[in-house]
């Protein structure tokens, strides 16, 4: 992994080791695989002794809830961590991608994050714009960066991708999630195709809305950013890292552009992002987007 997303692992197995442990950590990793791997490492380091996820199947003290309604929380998690463990020991609670619990359910779960029984750790991954901050304000943040593209390659070499494939998905995708589904997934693929064809179409100063609904969604954003980002790169370092498929494109619109205004741009379609992440509507967020973008040229 990289040398920033290694380190912060390390520092928090090295603080479950020593028992110097919060009640409760927050793992901010932009690649949500990768925090999941780290977040379920550090589960069974907590419950098992041994930094090893497959150690999670044989262990009954870490709780990972069926989903995230209300009555699920309060039985397997809050009413579960009232009971005295069958076998002993201590005990972590996964809540992944905890973005997706409904504030209402987070606010049920806030006072046992707080104040948790004795020799209980959770953990906790996703976009720490969806989670409350009362919640987040409970946690040690364990700040992670993005993995390096070779890290990447890696992973998907390891289910068997070439490695001339490995790295072509790696760079596309950006992370181990986005880069494994456009490798698996053709509607994932064409929505990128589709995005970036939007995204070209507006710098262009069209306001393509008949095809708004057909990438209105946080993906749609990714790509359309992804797009954005290797503009900056192309305009500042004559570069293109991730969309080396869209070079003709992105080389020749760049030098159209200041390095401002497409950071300027960049902001409103990470801004976009932000809001998609708490459920925002996707299509009123998409038709703001447009209007900002256009309103840019």
């Known amino acids: 992994m990289s040398k920033g997303i290694s380190q912060a692992e390390e520092r928090l197995l090295s603080a479950i080791k020593r028992g110097h442990i919060p009640h409760a950590c ?30 999670l199947s044989h262990t009954g003290n870490c709780i990972i809830p069926s989903g995230y309604r ?14 005295s463990s069958f076998s002993g020991g201590k005990r972590s609670v996964l809540l992944l991608n905890a973005h997706e619990i409904d504030p209402a359910t987070q606010n049920v779960l806030l006072k046992t994050i707080e ?90 100063g069209e306001l393509p809305f008949d095809r708004l609904n057909a990438v209105a969604s946080i993906d749609g954003a990714h790509f359309m950013l992804s797009y954005m980002r290797d503009m900056l790169t192309y305009r500042t370092l004559g570069r293109i890292d991730q969309n080396a498929d869209r070079a003709e494109d992105i080389s020749s619109m760049a030098p159209r552009f200041t390095t401002g205004r497409i950071n300027c741009i960049i902001e409103s379609l990470a801004n976009a992002m932000d809001r998609l992440s708490t459920n925002a509507p996707a299509a009123g967020t998409f038709t703001r987007l447009f209007t900002e973008i256009t309103e840019e040229l």
């Open 115 to 204: 104040e948790p029984p004795d020799g209980v750790l959770f953990l906790l991954t996703g976009n720490d714009a969806g989670i409350l901050p009362t919640i987040l304000s409970r946690c040690a943040t364990v700040l992670c960066g993005l993995p390096m593209y070779d890290d990447i390659a890696r992973e998907l070499m390891s289910i068997g991708l070439t490695k001339n494939d490995a790295m072509r998905f790696a760079r596309m995708g950006g992370t181990v999630q986005s880069s494994l589904k456009l490798y698996q997934d053709e509607d994932y693929r064409s929505l990128r195709g589709t995005a970036q064809e939007v995204m070209a179409a507006l710098l262009r």
């Open 70 to 83: 209300k009555d699920t929380i309060r039985e397997e998690v809050i009413e579960e961590l009232g009971r």
């Open 26 to 55: 927050f793992i901010s990793c932009p690649d949500g695989l990768i925090a999941e791997g780290i977040a379920r490492r550090a589960a069974a380091l907590y419950c098992t002794g041994a930094a090893d996820a497959a150690m």
